[in-house]
Each structure stands twice: as C-alpha cells, then as structure tokens.
C-alpha cells in the first residue's frame, strides 16, 4: 500500500478536503439512487413490453431510454463521488484539480441534459404541426 | 497578460502567493460559464413550473379530475421556487470561482467548494423527497385501483 502524505499542501486545508468529502458522498449517495432507478425503469419497460406483447413498443422504447439517460446519469456521479474520495484520502494537489476537473465535468453532464431537455420539447412542439 | 496567463511563466511564478494554483484557477475558469449557465436553467425551469402549476391550481377546477390535479398543481408550485435554490448555490459558486482568479486568496476556493458541497447536498435531498413522494403517489394510485 502506497504511503499518504499527512502533511498537507499550503494550497489545501482539512476543511478544504472536509467539503470535497461532503459532496462526494452526497454524489455517490445520489448516484446508487439514480442507477437503482435506471434498473426499475429497463424492468418496468420489459415488463410493458411482456404485458402487451410487443405492442407497445413505443411506451417502451421512452421508458428504456429515460433510464439509458438516468443510468448515465447515476453511473457518473458516482465515479466523480469517488474520484472525490481518492482525492480525500490522497491529499494532493494534483487529487485537488482532479476533484475540480470533476465539478466542470458534471456541470457538462448538466448542460447537456438541459440541452436534451430542450430538444425534447422543440420536438414535442413541433412534431403535431409536422404530423398535419 | 492576464493573471492565469502570468502564472503559467516560469520566471511569474514564484511571485504568486504559494497557496494559489494556476490549474485550481485554469479548472475553476472554465467552470463559471457552465455553472452560470445551469442557473440560469434551473430558474428559467423553477418559474415554467411555477405559472404550470399556478395555472393547473387555477384552471382544473371543472376537470373530471379536479382534486388531483389540483393537487398537481399546489406540488408544482411549491416546487418551482425551489428550483431557485440550486441557481443560488451555482451562481455563488462562479462568483466565489471569479474571485480566486482574481484576488488569489485560497479563501475564495474554499468557498467555491461550500457552494458546490452545499449545491450536492440540496440535490440529494431534493432526491430523496421525490423519492418518498413518488412511492406515495404508487402506493395511492395501487391502494386507490383495488378499493
């Protein structure tokens, strides 16, 4: 096992880690939820799939692809949970600028799903008009 | 030359503070569009949701289903404000993440790690809730068919 350094750079405090420490858990925590979620959604769209035997395809297709979009989601906050708890335990600067490469990194994700987001609604918008 | 760019030279280097890193600085950087960004998201999304529900509240009074919609309503005009929350959270976070590049006080990225602990933890319990309020809503909907 490779030694930690107890002594901390001047550019990082204990309460530093400490908050780094708390929003990693909060994300790892967030994260099982999401992806127990994705898990129920693919078996509930299986199951509507089973149920009327193959005819609603679409209602299961949505289904499966919101929990695709929700497993992403989950999968990725908790590998940021943990690149946090790394950081934590390794106490480096270089585990820092990890853990803050991490933060741009999610608030990407989150820009990305507003982006989804929007899309969805610009086509539920215009596919009636498109449909006439 | 900004001071990012100058702390990048070798010969500026040893001139800045030893508790400020150009990468924290580089990182946070390019953070505070992103952040600012999903605030102004999450309040655009926290007042569509507040006139739904306000509208759903005011409007489905004559519905075949006017209490649950009702309800639907009342729900989704608690929840709008509280979209304003997680903005607040971002936008501190980018304020806090503007002034450790320029100020370069490790203070400032302290804070900037307060707001986004503090973003993180309203998320999760923000989570939890709906959590809770959608089993709820199952266990109503299940117990409400079979009676």
Not at chain 1, 42 to 59: D, I, M, N, P
Not at chain 1, 65 to 89: D, M, N, P, Q, W
Not at chain 2, 3 to 8: M, N, Q, S, Y
């Amino acid at each position: 096992m490779t030694e930690r350094p107890q002594i901390l750079p001047r550019c990082i405090t204990e309460e530093m880690l400490d908050l780094v420490d708390r929003a990693g858990w909060w994300q790892r925590f967030i994260g099982a939820i999401y992806v127990f979620g994705a898990l129920v959604g693919f078996v509930l769209g299986g199951l509507v799939l089973l149920r009327t035997q193959g005819a609603a395809v679409l209602e299961a297709g949505t289904q499966a692809f919101s929990a695709a979009v929700t497993l992403v989601i989950g999968l990725a906050l908790r590998t940021h949970g943990f690149i946090a708890r790394v950081a934590v335990e390794g106490r480096t600067i270089a585990g820092m600028h990890a853990v803050l490469e991490a933060q741009r990194n999610l608030l990407i994700v989150g820009c990305f799903l507003v982006a989804l987001f929007i899309v969805f609604v610009a086509l539920a918008v215009m596919v009636p008009f498109l449909m006439r | 030359v900004s001071t990012a760019e100058a702390a990048t030279i070798g010969t500026v280097e040893k001139r800045l503070p030893p508790d400020w890193r150009p990468e924290f600085v580089e990182s946070l950087s390019k953070a505070r569009p992103l952040a600012i960004f999903l605030g102004i998201s999450f309040l655009s999304a926290g007042g569509l949701v507040l006139f739904a529900g306000a509208g759903m509240f005011m409007f489905s009074r004559d519905a075949p289903i006017a209490g649950l919609m009702q309800m639907l309503g009342a729900l989704y005009v608690v929840m709008g404000p509280g979209m304003a929350v997680p903005a607040l959270f971002l936008f501190r976070y980018s304020t806090a993440a503007k002034r450790y590049r320029d100020v370069q006080g490790p203070t400032y990225l302290k804070e900037a790690l307060l707001e986004h602990a503090r973003f993180w933890m309203y998320v999760g319990l923000v989570t939890v809730i709906s959590v809770i309020v959608e089993l709820g809503v199952l266990a109503a909907l299940i117990f409400g068919v079979r009676a």
